[in-house]
Structure formats: C-alpha cells, structure tokens
C-alpha cells in the first residue's frame, strides 16, 4: 500500500461513519405526520383529476411529487362520521357517530367518547406535538373538544361554518349562536369574517411547523372549505373560470402550496407524511356553489361512488413512489399507518383501518374491501372491483330506480355505476353476501351520539319537529 492509499483510509472510514450514522439517525427519527383534509370537495374538483377550468398548480405537483389514489375512501359519507373514522381507525357505528340528523348539530350533547383513541391522542405516547387547526364537529361541548382528545393546540371552529344564526333555516336562526372561534377551550370571537379562515388556519399551521421543527409533529388541518357558504376576500375573488367555487378551491391549493414550501424550506419533506384529501363528496344540494364528483354517480351523503370517493394525494419525497395508483385505501387506514410508521403499537381487532405502509411506500394493495353505511346500516360492500347493494341504495327516489336488491357493479368497468350485472355473476354475489354477514357478526354498534339534546335546547326541537 502506498502512502497515498494509507492517508484514503480514515478519511474514507470517517466518511462511511458519517454516512451511517445519518442513516441511522433517518430511520430512528419520527416522522412528522400532516393531513390536510377539505370539505366536501369533490372527486373531479381538482386539475389533476381531470377539472376543465379549476386551476390546482400545488395540488398538481404535490401528486407529481407523490401518490395519486383513484380509489380512495372515506369512512362516511358526510361530516361528523367521516371525521371521526379518520381520527380513530373505526367504522363510525363503533363510535356511535350515526343518527336520524346525520351529523351533530350545536343542539346536540353528544360528541365523540373522550375514551376513543384518535391519531393525536396514540401519538402523544411516542412524543409528537400534535395540532387540530380548522373545523372539529365531534362534538361541541368541552369534555369533546379536541384538547381532550389528544390534541395540545386547537385553533378553529367547533362545527360547520353553516351551523350559524344567518341562512335560511328557521330553527338555526332562532336558535343557534353566532359562530364561535375558538383558541385551545376559550371562544376568542364570534361570527368572524369567514374570508379569512383559510389564511389564518394555513398561518397558524406553518407557525406551528417552524415551533416543531426539531421534535416529530402531527398537523390535522381541517379546513372548513369549499362547504358552503362560499365567502370570498376580495383579492380571491372572480380568479377561476369556475366561480366562486372554483375561486375557493384554488385558494384551498394556495394553501397546500405554503405547507409544502415550508416543510421543503425546513429540510425536513424527507420525514414528513402529508396526505391531502376530502371528508365527502360534493354537496349537491347547493347547487352551483356545490363541487362535482366527476363521473361517479351521487354526491355527500350518499352511498354511492360520489359520496365516499375522494381525491386523495400522498407525499413523502424519498419514500411514496411518484405514481398515479387504482390500488384500494381508506381513511380508516391512516390511524393504524401512522401510528405504525411513529413506532407505536395498536389494536388491530378494535379497529377497521389497515397499516398501509406497503400501499403509501411500495404500491402494494393491502385493502380488498370498502363498507358503506347509511348512518348505522350498512348499504352496500365492496371486494376487489365489486360493489354489491344489499339494500337500496336511494329508497327516497320514487323514480324508476332499480327497487330490487341486491345489485352487483364492477367498478373498475363501470365507475359510474350504471350497469347492474349480477344475473352474470352469482358466484360473486354470494362470496359477497358471505362477506357481508360476517361483517355484521363482528361489528360493535356504539348508543348513538346524536340522540341526546341539550337540555335549553329541548323545547325549540320538540316544536320544530311538531311543525316539521
Ligand atoms: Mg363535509
């Protein structure tokens, strides 16, 4: 060996050290876990799932930086449910989220059980600061709020932005207050100017990224947008060719586009999760103020495609593929994934979710089957590419619907579920039928959360449902 080479070898060994010990460190350290979840954006709402006129440059390009799901899945059709099979792993029969109003209402004395384990709540074991900012709507009342659900900052609103004394619904203008905001459990305001929800929520999320920077964080960022009503601050209005919908959806991507070049800014995008997505599909009801789920058939609230199926991007440079994938997830996965990917430990039989760490990192299809509830009955299931209605799926439609169940749909066929195919397929309907059984043989139904009334309350709603 010459005295060139010998000079190489600690340098070379020092070398390898350092590098060993950064990957090392990479793999020991936490990841930081974001989601940023909308409300009631559509399926077909974004540029990269096809919009003709909405504009989502950062929503583009964090799907071309990461994962693009088109079939992902909520837990519900609708707010509260959804939110609460997000933020827990269950199905929302399992944590009494279901009843005859289909979300909670100010009214209402129920929320979600303080005793449920939420994504915030599992990751405090591991050591994460953890953050709700934005729309809760699991319950209003304190021992429901998210401070005690394991979250150590609240900055945001308790229920919907349409829950509010203006409007057109006679009993929330003679009976529900002004809309509150709340910091941590103390109402800071009330009745705030709406067109700045989405900079304040997005402000207070990257001010809590930087506070956060050096220990591992979860931000759930729960904006109350696009939900109707639509208000706009002058400098975001009449931008998108789509109105005022469209103007909020592209203030929404603004918004993604400042979280992402903070985490980038931060050097930390290597170890940090966000997933971006919807609680439900769009509102139909509202008209043109409402979003499109594209070509699936219905919209929130119901159990077809248009409810339960959103846009869904994930990212993670350096670990989730740049892919466009068909594979299968859910919302319900996100509780076990992240608690899995933090190094915690959960019960698998007390939740519906699935770790989908092969399915975020490698592409690898883990979930076969989706359910779909209408509040605490289940409707219809789907395997693989099938989607049977056990029952049906519209009973308010006096139309020529199909009235005879079960139907059968092969969604990777038939995505706008139009052709019902099960005189051709009885083999599949009764593996499924088998499915479906089982399914209600293991499920916990929870006492639902919505039965109970305030007591001040009581009187304004029993005359209300004597009118109505
Ligand atoms: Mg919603």
């Given amino acids: 060996m010459n005295f060139s080479k010998l000079l190489l070898v600690p340098f070379v060994t020092f070398f390898l050290l350092i590098i060993s010990s950064c990957g090392k460190l990479d793999q020991e350290s936490k990841p ?19 919009h003709p006129t909405i504009k989502t440059p950062n929503l583009d390009q964090m799907a071309s930086e990461g994962m693009r799901f088109t079939q992902f899945y909520v837990g519900s059709s609708i707010c509260t449910p959804s939110r609460a099979a997000l933020l827990t792993g269950k199905l929302p029969v399992q944590t009494g989220m279901y009843g005859q109003r289909s979300v909670l209402f100010p009214d209402n004395a129920g929320g979600l059980d303080p005793n449920e384990v939420t994504i915030a709540s599992a990751l405090k074991n591991y050591d994460y600061n953890t953050a709700c900012i934005g729309k809760w709507h699991l319950g209003h009342l304190k021992k429901y709020m998210p401070l005690n659900h394991g979250f150590d900052l609240f900055y945001g609103i308790p229920y919907s932005n349409d829950m509010r004394p203006e409007g057109n619904w006679d009993y929330a203008r003679e009976n529900f207050p002004p809309l ?4 941590g459990h103390d109402t800071v305001g009330v009745s705030l100017d709406q067109s700045k929800f989405i900079e304040m929520f997005t402000q207070k999320s990257i001010d809590f990224i930087y506070q956060n920077k050096e220990n591992p964080f979860f931000l759930y960022l729960a904006h109350s947008a696009p939900h109707t009503p639509i208000i706009l601050s002058d400098k975001n209005k009449g931008k998108s060719k789509r109105g005022s919908y469209g103007d909020v959806v592209e203030e929404l991507d603004r918004s993604v586009g400042e979280i992402i070049n903070t985490v980038k800014k931060l050097n930390i995008s290597k170890n940090t999760f966000i997933i971006f997505t919807s609680d439900n599909g769009p509102w139909g009801w509202a008209n043109v103020d409402g979003g499109s789920s594209g070509l699936l058939r219905g919209n929130k609230g119901s159990v077809y495609e248009g409810g339960y199926r959103v846009p869904a991007i994930v990212w993670m440079p350096g670990s989730v593929p740049e892919t466009t994938t068909n594979v299968l997830a859910s919302a319900l996965d996100l509780f076990p994934t992240m608690v899995s990917l933090a190094g915690g430990q959960y019960d698998q039989k007390s939740i519906d979710g699935f770790d989908l760490t092969k399915t975020f990192f490698e592409n690898i299809p883990i979930r076969s089957d989706i359910h779909y509830y209408r509040q605490d009955t289940l409707i219809a299931l789907r395997h693989n590419e099938w989607k049977m209605y056990i029952k049906d799926p519209n009973p308010w439609d006096d139309g020529p619907t199909q009235k005879e169940m079960p139907l059968l749909y092969n969604l990777e066929h038939d995505p706008s579920e139009k052709y019902d195919i099960r005189k051709e397929n009885k083999t599949i309907i009764k593996e499924i039928q088998n499915l479906y059984e089982d399914h209600l043989q293991s499920v916990f139904k929870a006492p639902s959360q919505y039965d109970t009334i305030i007591p001040s309350y009581q009187p304004a709603f029993d005359d209300y449902n004597k009118k109505n």
């Fill in 32 to 50: 930081n876990f974001i989601i940023i979840f909308v409300d009631d954006l559509g399926y077909g709402d974004l540029g990269t799932y096809g």
């Fill in 180 to 183: 509150p905001f709340l910091d």
